[in-house]
T-cell receptor, first 114, second 112 residues
Framework: DAGITQSPRHKVTETGTPVTLRCHQT?????MYWYRQDPGHGLRLIHY???????DKGEVSDGYSVSRSKTEDFLLTLESATSSQTSVYFC?????????????FGPGTRLTVL | DQQVKQNSPSLSVQEGRISILNCDYT??????FLWYKKYPAEGPTFLIS?????DKNEDGRFTVFLNKSAKHLSLHIVPSQPGDSAVYFC???????????FGQGTRLTINP
């Protein structure tokens, strides 16, 4: 499972509240990603990181921010949650070497914004 | 702008038969393609990949075919088993982008 954990696994919150999701890895991989999965849209990239304090936007980054102060942790923050951000969020890491472009995913966080 | 498309949201196949999942892409710069499998309440797991310099890659019951001229790839599962029931995502990558682009997914159901 590439040592990826996500917390919390489930969260219900109200519109307008801030929410932070955490992704933790135990193997010091350089690249980490945040995706959201929605019916009819597949997996869409929100933000990714290529090192400590190095991050970049994905295709659906509006309303989200990220931080990576340590190699092992990649945080996704919804500054003011909206109902359109109700989704399942997946963190992933990219493993260098072998099938170089593989990404390994965490178990996901189901977020409901009421 | 959907660069990777899976036009079939669902597919139902009899156990023991062949399952064929299709994927189309628009960006000719993609040079690596992957298939992921996802069970409910779990993260996607890597299944098989293919480089753009090849047209076929096999791994046990799974074979991926790439037709670059048509910008089309397909995943064949032979024989299909009940445990293959899942959502399948195709994804594409090109060097320098550092990120995957995913299709919408196809839900495969294997009927006994």
């Amino acid at each position: 499972d590439a040592g990826i954990t996500q917390s919390p696994r489930h969260k219900v919150t109200e519109t307008g509240t801030p929410v932070t999701l955490r992704c933790h890895q135990t193997e010091n991989h350089r690249y980490m990603y945040w995706y959201r999965q929605d019916p009819g849209h597949g997996l869409r990239l929100i933000h990714y990181s290529y090192g400590v304090k190095d991050t970049d936007k994905g295709e659906v980054s509006d309303g989200y921010s990220v931080s990576r102060s340590k190699t092992e942790d990649f945080l996704l923050t919804l500054e003011s949650a909206t109902s359109s951000q109700t989704s399942v969020y997946f963190c992933a890491i990219r493993v260098a070497g072998g099938s170089y472009n593989e990404q390994f995913f965490g178990p996901g966080t189901r977020l409901t914004v009421l | 702008d959907q660069q990777v498309k899976q036009n079939s949201p669902s597919l139902s196949v009899q156990e023991g038969r062949i399952s064929i999942l299709n994927c189309d892409y628009t960006n000719s710069m993609f040079d690596y393609f992957l298939w992921y499998k996802k069970y409910p309440a779990e993260g996607p797991t890597f299944l098989i990949s293919i480089s753009s310099i090849k047209d076929k890659n096999e791994d046990g019951r799974f074979t991926v075919f790439l037709n670059k001229s048509a910008k089309h790839l397909s995943l064949h599962i032979v024989p299909s088993q009940p445990g293959d029931s899942a959502v399948y995502f195709c994804a594409a990558f090109f060097q320098g982008a550092q990120k995957l682009v995913f299709g919408q997914g196809t839900r495969l159901t294997i009927n006994p």
